[in-house]
């Protein structure tokens, strides 16, 4: 037996260690947040909306993955949004940074350890579908798991049932109920008109899509593109927690051999700052109801 599991390739951290991070965060904070929230690049604000804040910076909190990468926050924030109590990720673990796949999920396992329910996690994403514009905002209905085909799925390995089964469902990993209910928050507060729903697909990144990709990501039925969001999903659905996705489409992708436009972060960020107080008014809107 022992001969054998030595053969497995094992995820960094066992149940205890999770546990020891939710037991320090709880044994610090008041706040039992029922809702966690992970915020995307440049999306991070939402964070400061929080009041009744109590803030963790990643490398105080035991066992918490630490954020190597420059003018990234890396921080905890519990707060109120709303009247309603939620953690918020102000910077996230991205696969492309060097992170393995076991530590970009690994906050998500602390946050159903604290008693969360729901995760709503935000992005900023390329859009893939012709009929959106830069700037609209995509509620995602589902996904597709680029680097989970080549073997990077945070559940590979030994499988914990105090998180979940063996093989679960993906089917549903976007609760339909909270699309609706985004959908419904959207008309109020006036964001309709740029809300989209639609597929994303992760790529592992930190390249931009050439044109051939971009064609070969359409034809599968992506609507938008981007290098985050998937493995965190996948580890929520798995412990049985609730998810709500939201894309910003920060550009549109290069699908013409004759086009000068080129993909660049500048511009990703430039929008992610244009359209960053809707998606938090949404976001925040969105919670009062949950
Ligand atoms: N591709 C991948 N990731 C992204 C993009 C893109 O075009 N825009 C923002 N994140």
């Not at 390249?207 to 998937?230: F, N, R």
């Not at 580890?235 to 910003?248: D, M, Q």
């Not at 000068?260 to 809107?285: F, G, I, P």
Request: proline share 3%.
């Amino acid at each position: 037996m022992e001969a054998a599991s030595s053969c497995l390739s094992q995820s960094s951290y066992s149940y205890e260690d999770y546990k020891e991070t939710a037991d320090w965060l709880l044994a610090n904070t008041k706040q039992r947040p029922k809702v966690a929230i992970i915020c995307g690049s440049g999306l991070g604000g939402l964070a400061e909306l929080l009041g009744d804040r109590n803030v963790f910076q990643y490398k105080d909190i035991p066992r918490f993955p630490i954020s190597t990468v420059q003018g990234h926050a890396g921080q905890l924030v519990f707060g109120k949004l709303q009247g309603r109590e939620c953690v918020c990720m102000q910077g996230r673990f991205h696969f492309y940074e060097g992170y393995n796949i076991h530590t970009v999920t690994y906050p998500v396992r602390v946050f159903f350890l604290l008693g969360v329910e729901t995760l709503i996690v935000t992005n900023a994403a390329g859009g893939l579908n012709g009929s959106y514009n830069v700037g609209d905002i995509m509620l995602i209905k589902d996904h597709i798991n680029m680097p989970g085909f080549s073997g990077q799925n945070p559940l590979c390995g030994h499988n914990d049932d105090r998180f979940g089964v063996r093989f679960p469902c993906m089917s549903d990993a976007y609760d339909g109920e909270l699309r609706a209910l985004a959908k419904q928050t959207a008309k109020e507060q006036s964001c309709d008109s740029f809300l989209q729903e639609g597929v994303y697909c992760m790529l592992a990144g930190p390249t931009y899509e050439t044109i051939a990709e971009c064609k070969v990501l359409q034809t599968l039925g992506a609507d938008a593109v981007g290098m985050s969001t998937v493995p965190e999903v996948v580890v929520a659905r798995h412990c049985g927690l609730r998810v709500l996705g939201l894309s910003l489409i920060t550009n549109k992708v290069v699908t013409d051999y004759d086009s000068t436009e080129k993909a660049n972060h500048e511009e990703v960020l430039r929008t992610t700052r244009h359209r960053t107080e809707d998606l938090q008014n949404l976001v925040s809107h969105l919670i009062s109801k949950i």
